[in-house]
């Protein structure tokens, strides 16, 4: 029997060939008027493609913006008609960061210096981390991170940016401390501003807890963002991994969600941009149908 989501994203394809970008300018519009849904990519497993012209491919399929850039390729991206939907922050360390007093100093100073180049920029979002627990309790992690990111906190405020501390699994993370939904969300319920969310990986929490539609619903007024990638493997959307994306990506529009989907997965085809069209198309819920 056909698979019935293969059928459908097969015939979306169709258009395409010979070249895959030969009208994915309707695509685009078609996306800004019919589904909610504003998707973005992370730049990391496209690094292969100069910024420039992955922008202008990213501008076709219909992408709003580009996750995880540099400030330095903040302009690129902008002079193609995209947003930077989360900068990378160069210098904060993903294992040594928030959740132990003795690095507070440090990442503060880098924070201080990125978050008005990010304000002048137009950059609404950055990422930030946890760190690693390195022996210490979840309960005095906590605190720790609360304690520092209010240090850094009034800065984003000041420079209208908004910090994401991205949930990351702690098995291919190892030791990483803001692992788990109910422990970031009360981070961020403690720090009290709405200059501080969850950077909600779909990919990295359904390898931690599962459940991930009740779980989104129940902390949305927390997530900031959302990362997606399949499950097992973090490769394409397709119908070898575990997670109904359609249903996810519904679930999120519910909340009536209004920040940014990125796509950070490793992409299986050769052709890592037919990949990123599929993941769109996989992506592309119209809630009102």
């Known amino acids: 029997m056909t698979n019935p989501i293969s059928r459908r994203r ?5 258009t395409f060939t010979p070249l895959l970008w030969g009208n994915l300018s309707g695509i685009a519009e078609e996306q800004k008027i019919s589904y909610p849904i504003k998707q973005s990519v992370a730049y990391g497993a496209f690094r292969s493609i ?9 501008k076709e399929i219909g992408l709003v913006g580009i996750d995880l850039v540099n400030p330095n390729e903040w302009e690129i991206v902008m002079q193609n008609g995209l947003i930077v939907t989360m900068s990378r922050a160069p210098g904060a360390s993903m294992s040594e960061s928030f959740n132990h007093i003795e690095y507070h100093d440090k990442t503060e100073t880098i924070y201080a210096e990125l978050l008005p180049l990010a304000g002048k920029a137009n950059v609404k979002n950055m990422i930030c981390f946890s760190g690693n627990r390195k022996g210490i309790s979840e309960e005095e992690g906590l605190e720790n991170c609360v304690k520092g990111i209010k240090r850094v906190v009034p800065i984003a ?18 030791d990483y401390q803001a692992d788990h939904t109910a422990w970031g969300a009360e981070v961020v319920r403690r720090v009290g501003s709405e200059h ?7 990919y990295h929490m359904q390898v931690m807890e599962g459940n991930l539609i009740d779980t989104i ?5 927390v997530i900031g963002h959302y990362h997606t990638a399949g499950c097992p493997g973090r490769k394409d959307l397709d119908e070898t991994q575990e997670i109904y994306y359609p249903a996810v990506m519904k679930a999120i529009c519910e909340t009536k969600f209004q920040g940014y989907v990125a796509h950070e ?10 990949s990123l069209v599929d993941a769109v198309n996989v992506c592309r819920i119209n809630i009102e149908q």
């Open 10 to 14: 097969l015939l979306e394809f169709v």
């Open 50 to 58: 100069p910024l420039d012209l992955f922008a202008k491919r990213c």
């Open 157 to 174: 405020e000041k420079n209208g940016v908004t910090l994401h501390m991205e949930l990351l699994n702690s098995f291919g993370h190892k």
């Open 196 to 202: 501080f969310k969850l950077l909600y990986d779909i």
């Open 217 to 221: 619903r129940k902390n949305q007024e």
């Open 265 to 274: 997965f490793s992409p299986k085809k050769n052709d890592k941009l037919e």
